[in-house]
């Protein structure tokens, strides 16, 4: 968090991006008297305090400050990734049913006598087993979408302790104010260290899971 | 073979059901979290169950303790991020049959589902 992020918290000013929202409660140092005082009083430093309730709802304050959109801001990224990932699986769906129909196609015309030429033959036989090999790569290309959910898991599991600072912040400063709530979310403990490599996990899960029968057998 | 896929993410359960009719099961139904998991569940039919741990509404763990309590014997397949050896023991004290680390592999999952299908 910068400067301009913990002023924007402090006085509800315009923090990064959030342009020239105040806060209402928060009023400006007064000036000092112009008569000749015997010596100038400093100025009082300005306090945050939570603007009335009439004035604005706590969620429209609450998402200017800068840590709320970034929260929101991560939340937009794994739905967008997450919606981007499955057009990447639609079009990997339609290579599929091409390559399908294709195959459909080669098989019909390899039971045709006039193509009953050996060359020909051969080169429909490569055909075929590319077309088998662009599956199987589709097939992979389509597994390692994985990777997204355990992405969106990972900016899961950082908007929840963003959301956390925020919060311990905001209480630290009597603000009154909390972050929107968020749905009931369940985070893994170890996403932190997972990583995108399939199987890498299987033999320590596989060893678990065997020791664990394994007992309740013997028990 | 009826299954029911429960998970959050849109992708994975997408990823899973391909899988599975790639292994030849195809009679796959869907939900977006334990809760609706149940609602599946009870609407009947389902042979085999697999589901991620991390869910909203009612995690995995939640979700199998539910339907433990009414059904005993309905094969359960927990495929999640969670790797932890005390998060595996947890699931398996729940009632899951078996384990799957994400990411995984389609024949790990194939392995898994013939060996809970005997």
């Known amino acids: ?219 | 073979m009826k299954i029911l896929v429960v998970d959050d993410s849109s992708t994975m359960r997408r990823i899973i059901i391909n899988t599975l009719s790639r292994i030849g099961y195809t009679n796959v139904v869907e939900a977006e979290h334990g809760k609706a998991g149940l609602e599946k569940l009870a609407q009947g039919g389902v042979e085999m169950i697999i589901t991620d741990w991390n869910m909203p509404e009612m995690d995995g763990l939640e979700f199998v303790g539910a339907v433990r309590g009414s059904d005993g014997s309905i094969p359960i397949l927990m495929v999640t991020t969670n790797a932890a050896k005390e998060d595996i023991v947890s699931a398996l004290q729940a009632g899951v049959n078996n384990y799957v680390v994400k990411p995984f592999t389609p024949e790990t999952l194939k392995e898994k589902i013939e060996s809970l299908l005997g």
């Open chain 1, 1 to 219: 968090m910068d400067q301009s992020e913990i002023d924007a918290i402090m006085g509800g000013g315009s923090g990064k991006g959030s342009g020239s929202k105040k806060h209402k409660g928060a009023q400006p140092a007064p000036k000092p008297p112009e008569t000749t005082a015997p010596a100038p009083v400093p100025a009082p430093t300005p306090v945050a305090t939570p603007p009335p309730a009439s004035a604005k709802k706590d969620s429209e304050v609450s998402s200017s400050i800068p840590s709320v959109r970034v929260i929101g801001e991560l939340g937009a990224v794994t739905a967008v990734t997450e919606r981007e990932t499955n057009k990447v699986m639609d079009k990997l769906d339609q290579i599929s049913q091409l390559l399908d129909q294709q195959r459909i196609l080669v098989t019909e015309m390899m039971g045709n006598e006039s193509i009953q030429n050996p060359t020909i033959q051969s080169s429909v036989h490569q055909i075929m087993t590319a077309c088998t090999e662009i599956q199987n790569k589709v097939y992979e290309a389509m597994d390692l979408m994985q990777f997204q959910d355990i992405s969106r898991q990972k900016l899961e599991r950082i908007m929840h302790h963003l959301r956390q600072i925020h919060d311990y912040i905001l209480d630290l400063l009597g603000t009154g104010f909390q972050s929107q709530p968020a749905a009931k979310i369940s985070l893994s403990n170890s996403i932190a260290s997972t990583g995108t490599s399939p199987d890498e996990n299987k033999t320590h899960a596989d060893s678990v899971v065997d020791e664990f029968l394994r007992a309740n057998k013997k028990g």
